[in-house]
């Protein structure tokens, strides 16, 4: 029942938002007794925002996420994708997720695996084959179809996992720390390369992370967590310009960012 | 969280040692030769050891004496020896394998092709069997708590106990012949099938199991394209164990009845009658049955995991 009101209200709050969370809640039942996961999380995020989702462990960023993509359902608050439920979203396939471990098949091909959403979705074979050319081009793989998973290096293997989050054209990408096992010179490069598809894509994209100089490279929007429960201590809106090379981190807005994230970081902790 | 599902890259990386031996075995001729020499070797210790008592029975029943030597050659020769040598042995396939015609009733190629049928049509029977209980068990909770622990029974049963009455259960309703054997053979195969191919569907991880769960993909979906094939490398190890159930449920189905026909038929009638040389020689060949049968499994295997792109 809250669900549908919630869906009505954000019909009315108009085209501009993607993912409205209203006071939501998760409480987790474990058996050393509940959890909260999530506590009155309140969030509107826009249309073609990058945001990020920074904080410690258990701070509840993973699991925001899980509640976007209807993987979790929250136990209480209203929260809407697209102005729908999460699972309704998700049907009408509103997002594609991108996972810590890339997570490809090793029996499919690069270009199979990319097809795995577009085979269940059940697109035709020369649309399956075009939009995975496509994707594929997208994250700098074109030739590499043919390969198998254990032939690509670790980062080559996660720009496959984003090709496949990309394949069925979804307004919204959910990644939840995607080169979080990746180096950091591999890291920097695919920051850079994620950056650059985000402008050409205009995709919504929300990112969890744990490293303060990839989020606020990324995002023009940063949400900081902190744990138990888990809830939104700082929620900064970047001053950085659209067009950032990778030296922006030196500069002085880049460092004051920065700065005020792990401000709210150490809040976080102080109160715990 | 590196390796993108971890069981069936487990299984990959198995298959890749496989691979690696069999590209060594040129090294490792020297150690296997050694063993095998030293199992010859010990055989023929054993032989000496076990035979002395009857040759020197002999002697002293004709009071005369035996010689060490004339001991040692006696060992290897007599007729029903508690143990024969490896010659006696390798005479005797020579006569009921090279020296008869295949469809012999005396040819032990004959006698192999009889077990070896009721093997196979079991075998084809348990793995099917096998394959529907764990699909059954990994979609349904009731079939999950229900048929496993009856699987587990079924095996905690002698093999020796429960063959004699499928036999004559089945032989008082008409049914003889391929069918009973087939029966004991699929009953000792279905297991390792089961527990193999229900780990091997449940290998996919939560992450693999949320991926698809993004994409609304139905339970067949999921089945289709990630629970099946993450589980092939399962099944060929649980196929290989089931293949060798088999050939001894076979066997075994063939000891009751007093078959005259089959591997179980040579060993009954080779104890009945003292035969030790016959026993052994039958022994042999279903030794080399079972290596020929879990030899093409693994052939199978192979071809199937580097079509699938898994076996690198």
């Known amino acids: ?272 | 969280m590196s390796a993108p599902i971890a069981a069936p890259g487990a299984g990959a990386g198995r298959s890749g040692r496989v691979g690696l031996w069999l590209r060594g075995r040129g090294a490792a001729a020297g150690p296997v030769l050694a063993v095998v020499l030293a199992i010859f070797a010990l055989w023929y210790v054993g032989t000496v050891a076990l035979n002395a008592q009857w040759t020197l029975d002999q002697a002293a029943r004709a009071d005369r004496e035996v010689g060490f030597a004339e001991l040692v050659a006696d060992t290897m020769a007599q007729d029903r020896p508690m143990l024969p040598a490896p010659h006696q042995v390798a005479v005797e396939l020579y006569d009921t394998v090279i020296a008869q015609e295949i469809t012999s009733r005396r040819s032990l190629v004959y006698h192999a092709w009889v077990t070896l049928s009721a093997t196979l049509a079991g075998f084809g029977f348990g793995t099917v069997l096998g394959i529907l209980l764990a699909v059954g068990i990994v979609h349904n909770r009731a079939m999950d708590m229900s048929v496993m622990p009856w699987a587990i029974a079924s095996q905690t049963i002698p093999i020796l106990a429960i063959a004699p009455m499928i036999i004559v259960v089945l032989n008082s309703i008409g049914i003889q012949g391929i069918v009973p054997k087939a029966i004991i053979s699929a009953y000792l195969s279905f297991f390792p099938v089961v527990v193999g191919m229900v780990s091997g569907l449940r290998s996919p991880g939560a992450m693999q199991m949320d991926l698809l769960r993004t994409y609304s993909a139905s339970r067949g979906q999921v089945f289709w394209k990630l629970r099946l094939p993450a589980s092939i490398p399962y099944l060929f190890a649980s196929l290989k164990v089931g293949i060798a159930a088999s050939l001894v449920g076979a066997i075994v189905g063939e000891l009751p009845t007093g078959a005259v026909q089959g591997l179980g038929a040579r060993l009954l009638s080779g104890s009945y009658y003292g035969q030790t040389v016959q026993i052994w020689s039958a022994l042999l060949m279903a030794a080399v049955c079972a290596a020929l049968l879990v030899g093409a499994i693994g052939a199978v295997q192979r071809a199937v995991l580097r079509r699938m792109g898994m076996d690198r």
């Open chain 1, 1 to 272: 029942m809250a669900v549908a009101e919630a869906t009505t209200q954000v019909k009315d709050a108009g085209q501009g938002t993607v993912v409205s969370a209203r006071n939501v809640d998760l409480t987790f039942e474990t058996s050393d007794g509940a959890v909260q996961a999530l506590r009155d999380v309140s969030l509107e995020i826009g249309k073609g925002e990058f945001v990020s989702f920074i904080g410690p462990s258990g701070c509840g960023k993973t699991t925001f996420l899980r509640v976007v993509a209807a993987l979790e359902t929250p136990t209480g608050g209203d929260i809407s994708v697209n102005g729908m439920t999460p699972e309704e979203a998700r049907k009408a396939r509103a997002y594609g997720y991108v996972f810590q471990a890339a997570g490809l098949y090793p029996w499919r091909t690069i270009g199979k695996n990319v097809k795995l959403p577009l085979e269940i979705m059940g697109y035709d074979r020369a649309e399956q084959d075009r939009r995975m050319r496509e994707v594929l081009q997208l994250v700098d793989l074109e030739g590499f179809d043919k390969k198998y998973p254990w032939q690509l290096s670790g980062g080559m293997q996660q720009r496959a996992s984003i090709a496949r989050a990309l394949a069925f054209d979804a307004d919204l990408l959910l990644m939840d720390e995607p080169f979080g096992a990746l180096d950091e010179i591999v890291r920097d490069h695919l920051n850079e390369q994620l950056l650059s598809l985000w402008a050409r894509t205009k995709k919504t994209c929300l990112f969890v992370t744990h490293s303060i100089p990839e989020a606020v490279y990324l995002s023009t929007k940063i949400v900081v967590m902190s744990p138990r429960p888990g809830r939104i201590t700082d929620i900064i809106d970047s001053p950085l310009p659209a067009e950032r090379p990778l030296d922006i981190r030196d500069s002085a807005a880049f460092i004051e960012v920065a700065h005020r994230v792990r401000e709210g970081l150490r809040a976080g902790h102080g109160d715990a």
